[in-house]
C-alpha cells in the first residue's frame, strides 16, 4: 500500500472503532428519556447489557473468521452489522424492538473492535503496533467522555434516535474508505477452507451455552421481585438455568481445547488470571456507575439529559486524564501492582461518599466524589490490560487481549443486570413507605427523566425518595464491586513488566546486560533455572511460587 492508502485505512478503522466505543456510553444520559417513550423503566438494565452481551461472546467468535475468511470483507461485514443494528435502534418502536437493535449492534461491534486490532497488525511495522494499540484504548477514553455529551446533547435538543442515526452516514465513509484503499499483504489471505470445517472452528457450542446462561441470568433479575415473586417457579427456574448452563459452558470449553471462546490455559497462569478478575470487577463497578448516575441526576436533581452529561463530566474526565498519566508513569517504573492497590482503593472511597448523596446533595460533593472515583478508575482501569502482555508469549497477545476483552465486556451483562434488579426490586419494596397508594408498574413505566410530569407535586417527592433508596442499592453494589477488585489487586503477582515479551521475563534477558540478573549471583543463578525449566517446556512466570505450563498459540499476525 501507498502511504496514501495506509493513511485513509488505519483512519478508517479507527472511525469503526470509535463508532464502536461510543456505543458503549452515548445511551447513558438518554436511558431516562428511553424509558419514559417506552414505559419501560424495568428494562434499563437490558439496554446496556444486550449490547455488552453480544459483544463479549462473540469477540472470538469473529477472530475466528478472520483467520478463515478474507479478513478485508469480514471487516466490511462487522461494521455492516453494527449498523443494521443501530439502524434497528433508531427506528424502533416499543422496547422489545430497541433491545435486540441493541443486541445485533453488539454482535457487530464485536467483530469491528477484533478486526482493527488484526488488520492494524498486518498493515502496521511490528515496531509501531503497540503505539497504535495504545491508540484505540485512547479512542475508548474520547469515547467514554464524549458519549454522554452526545447523548445528552441530541436527547435535549433533537431526540435520543439520533444516537443511533449519527451512526449510519460514518459507517458508510468508513466502509467505503476501506474498501477503496485497504491492501493486505498476501501472507494474510486465509487458506481455502471448506465452510464446515469453518463451522466446526466457531464454537458454536460456546456460544451458544454463554448466551444462554447470561440471557437466564438477565431474565431472572428482570422477573425476580418485579414481575414474580423471588420464590415462584419462574426466577428459580431461570437461575437453575443459568447456573447450568454456565457449567455446561465450561464443560464445553474444557473439550474444545484450541477452539474454546475462553483459553483455560491462560487462566492457570496467577498474573493473567488476576488481571482478567481484576478487569471483571472494576469494569462491573463502572458501567453501573455511569448508567445509574444520570437517573440520580434527572430523577434526584431534575437535570436534562444535556446537564446530566455535563455533570457526568467530573467523574468520565479525571479517569481520562488519569488513565493517560498512569500509562505513562507505567512505562517509566514497571510495577503494575500499586497502580491496581491505589485506584481500587481510592475508587472505592468514591463510591462510598457516592452512596451518602442524598435529595438535596450540594454540587461540591456531587462533583468532588465524582472526581473522587474518576481518578481512582483512571489509575487502574487500563493497567491490567497492558500488565498482562508481561505474562504471555509476544505471539500469544492478540489471544490473552481478546480474553481481558471477553471479562471486561462480559462484566458489563453481569454488572448492568444485576444493578438493574437490586435498583427495581427497592424502588418497588420503599414505594409501600415513601409513596403509599401509588403504583410500582406506573413508577417503573413513568421514566426517570419525566416523574415531576407524571406524578404530583406531594407524590413526586415520595417516589423520589424511593428512586433514591433504589439509587442506593445500585450503588452498595458498586462499593462491593470495587472492594473486591482491591483483593485481587493484592493477590496479583508483584513483579515489574519492564523488559518483559510474554513469559519472557528480566531474568531470561543476558546478563551482562540486566542489571538485576547481572548484579546478583543468586538472581542469576534463578534466571539460568528458569531458563532450564523453559528448555523443558515449562514457561516460568516471574512471582509465582512453581512453574506454569502453557501452550503457546498462534496470533491474530499469523492467522
Given at each position: ?15 469503526g ?27 434499563v ?83 509501531k ?25 441530541f ?51 460456546g ?5 444462554g ?16 415473586p ?54 462491573a ?102 500488565a498482562?502482555?508481561a ?16 471479562f ?51 407524590e ?25 477488585a ?45 531458563a ?28
Open positions: 500500500m501507498s502511504n496514501l492508502q495506509s493513511t485513509v485505512s488505519i483512519l478508517s478503522l479507527l472511525l472503532m470509535l463508532l464502536t466505543a461510543l456505543d458503549l456510553t452515548i445511551i447513558s444520559t438518554a436511558v431516562p428519556r428511553i424509558t419514559h417513550d417506552f414505559h419501560s423503566l424495568n428494562d438494565g437490558w439496554y446496556g447489557s444486550a449490547f455488552f452481551l453480544t459483544m463479549c461472546v462473540f469477540q472470538t467468535f469473529w477472530g475466528k473468521l478472520y483467520r478463515y475468511c478474507s479478513i478485508k470483507y469480514t471487516f466490511v461485514a462487522a461494521i455492516l452489522s453494527f449498523e443494521l443494528g443501530t439502524l434497528g435502534c433508531a427506528v424502533s418502536k416499543n422496547s422489545a424492538g430497541f433491545i435486540a437493535g441493541r443486541a445485533v449492534a453488539g454482535f457487530g461491534g464485536a467483530g469491528v473492535i477484533s478486526g482493527t486490532y488484526i488488520i492494524l497488525a498486518h498493515i502496521v511495522p511490528p515496531e503496533v503497540p503505539i497504535f494499540y495504545g491508540l484505540n484504548g485512547i479512542i475508548f477514553t474520547v469515547a467514554s467522555v464524549a458519549g454522554p455529551l452526545i447523548g445528552g446533547a436527547t435535549s435538543n433533537v431526540t435520543w434516535r439520533w444516537c443511533f442515526y449519527i451512526n449510519l452516514p460514518l459507517g458508510g465513509v468508513a466502509i467505503a474508505a476501506l474498501l477503496l484503499s485497504l491492501q493486505l499483504p498476501r501472507s494474510s489471505q486465509p487458506a481455502a477452507t471448506p465452510v464446515l470445517e469453518i463451522i466446526s472452528k466457531l464454537d458454536l457450542p456460544c451458544l451455552a454463554i448466551t446462561a447470561l440471557i437466564c441470568y438477565l431474565l431472572a433479575l428482570e422477573f425476580g421481585g418485579i414481575t414474580k423471588w420464590n415462584s417457579s419462574q426466577p428459580i427456574g431461570l437461575l437453575v438455568g443459568w447456573i447450568l448452563l454456565t457449567l455446561l459452558f465450561a464443560v464445553v470449553e474444557w473439550f474444545q481445547k484450541e477452539e474454546a471462546l475462553v483459553a483455560s490455559r491462560y487462566l492457570r497462569n496467577r498474573g493473567v488470571l488476576a488481571c482478567c478478575v481484576f478487569v471483571f470487577f472494576l469494569n463497578a463502572n458501567y453501573v456507575r455511569v448508567y445509574y448516575l444520570p437517573l440520580y441526576f434527572q430523577a434526584i436533581n431534575n437535570a436534562s439529559p444535556e446537564r446530566s452529561g455535563i455533570l457526568l463530566l467530573a467523574y468520565i474526565v479525571p479517569t481520562s486524564v488519569f488513565t493517560m498519566l498512569a500509562g505513562g508513569i507505567l512505562s517509566k517504573v514497571g510495577y503494575y501492582q500499586p497502580f491496581l492497590l491505589v485506584g481500587a482503593a481510592l475508587v472505592t472511597i468514591g463510591s462510598g461518599l457516592i452512596y451518602t448523596w442524598d435529595l438535596n446533595t450540594s454540587s461540591a460533593k456531587i462533583i468532588g466524589y465524582q472526581i473522587l472515583a474518576g481518578v481512582g478508575d483512571g489509575i487502574c482501569v487500563q493497567v491490567p490490560v497492558t498482562v502482555q505474562f504471555v508469549d509476544q505471539k500469544d497477545l492478540a489471544t490473552v487481549t481478546t480474553l481481558v476483552l471477553f471486561q465486556l462480559g462484566s458489563g451483562v453481569i454488572g448492568i443486570g444485576a444493578g438493574e434488579s437490586i435498583f427495581s426490586n427497592r424502588v418497588i419494596q420503599s414505594l409501600a413507605r415513601d409513596a403509599p397508594g401509588t403504583s410500582a408498574t406506573t413508577v417503573l413505566q413513568a421514566g426517570a427523566s419525566e416523574l415531576r410530569g407524571v406524578f404530583g407535586a406531594g413526586s417527592q415520595g417516589v423520589r425518595r424511593a428512586y433514591l433508596v433504589g439509587l442506593h442499592g445500585a450503588w452498595i453494589l458498586t462499593l462491593a464491586l470495587c472492594g473486591a482491591v483483593l485481587v489487586g493484592v493477590l496479583a503477582p508483584p513483579i515489574s513488566i519492564l523488559g518483559q515479551t510474554g513469559l519472557r521475563s528480566a531474568a531470561e534477558a543476558d546478563p551482562d546486560t540486566s542489571t538485576d540478573t547481572g548484579s546478583n549471583p543468586a538472581s542469576h543463578g534463578r534466571a539460568s533455572g528458569m532450564d525449566k523453559e528448555k523443558e517446556g515449562v514457561l516460568v512466570v516471574p512471582g509465582d511460587k512453581a512453574p506454569v505450563e502453557v501452550e503457546i498459540v498462534g496470533s491474530a499476525r499469523g492467522s
